[in-house]
């Protein structure tokens, strides 16, 4: 009879659970993933420095004719710590009009509440008013840009296409 009860305990609790999820899944709190990946991006500002100057380092080193880099492309350290920040890969412009050489764009492919925004790019865009801390812009459709201050943004695209 114990043994009844607790499977029908155990299997209540699964069902919660699931509910919650598809709850979740289809009437996500954007606001608060958006509130999350700010921080998030204030957290490991330092480790994101770290990569664009790197990465700035790498570029200077090689001739990169289409201004992208896959993991493979890339020296280890590099790949490790865009790995381990959760990026795939990095695409990359020249600004000429900036005290920076450039404007990087990081795509995210695992944690930074992912699942709930369907596309994220973290980028460090020097001299752009956009990345003022408080800044957010909305395209009225799916796309917010979110300012995290010192030449960080945070850009998400919420459709599922």
Not at 4 to 15: D, P, Q
Not at 131 to 138: A, L, N, P, Q, R
């Given at each position: 009879?114990?043994?009844?009860?607790?499977?029908?305990i155990?299997?209540i609790i699964?069902?919660?659970?699931?509910?919650?999820?598809?709850?979740?899944?289809y009437?996500?709190?954007?606001?608060k993933?958006f509130?999350?990946?700010?921080?998030?991006?204030?957290?490991k500002?330092?480790e994101?420095?770290?990569?664009?100057?790197?990465?700035?380092?790498?570029?200077?080193?090689?001739?990169i004719?289409n201004?992208?880099?896959?993991?493979?492309?890339?020296s280890?350290?590099l790949?490790?710590?865009?790995?381990?920040?959760g990026?795939?890969?990095f695409?990359?412009?020249?600004?000429?009009?900036?005290?920076?050489?450039?404007?990087?764009?990081?795509?995210v492919?695992?944690?930074?509440?992912?699942?709930?925004?369907?596309?994220?790019?973290i980028?460090?865009?020097?001299?752009?008013?956009?990345?003022?801390?408080?800044?957010?812009?909305?395209?009225g459709?799916h796309?917010?840009?979110?300012?995290a201050?010192?030449?960080?943004?945070?850009?998400?695209?919420?459709?599922?296409?």
């Amino acid at each position: 009879m114990k043994i009844e009860k607790i499977t029908n305990i155990f299997f209540i609790i699964i069902i919660l659970l699931i509910i919650w999820k598809v709850y979740n899944y289809y009437n996500p709190n954007y606001q608060k993933n958006f509130r999350q990946n700010i921080s998030e991006l204030q957290d490991k500002r330092t480790e994101l420095n770290k990569i664009v100057e790197t990465a700035t380092l790498e570029i200077s080193r090689q001739n990169i004719p289409n201004k992208s880099m896959d993991l493979d492309d890339m020296s280890e350290p590099l790949r490790e710590k865009m790995e381990e920040l959760g990026f795939s890969s990095f695409r990359f412009e020249i600004i000429n009009n900036c005290n920076k050489k450039y404007r990087f764009y990081f795509k995210v492919c695992k944690g930074w509440n992912l699942d709930n925004l369907n596309y994220i790019e973290i980028i460090f865009s020097p001299c752009d008013s956009e990345t003022k801390e408080g800044f957010h812009s909305f395209d009225g459709n799916h796309i917010d840009v979110f300012g995290a201050g010192e030449e960080w943004k945070i850009l998400s695209d919420t459709d599922f296409i």
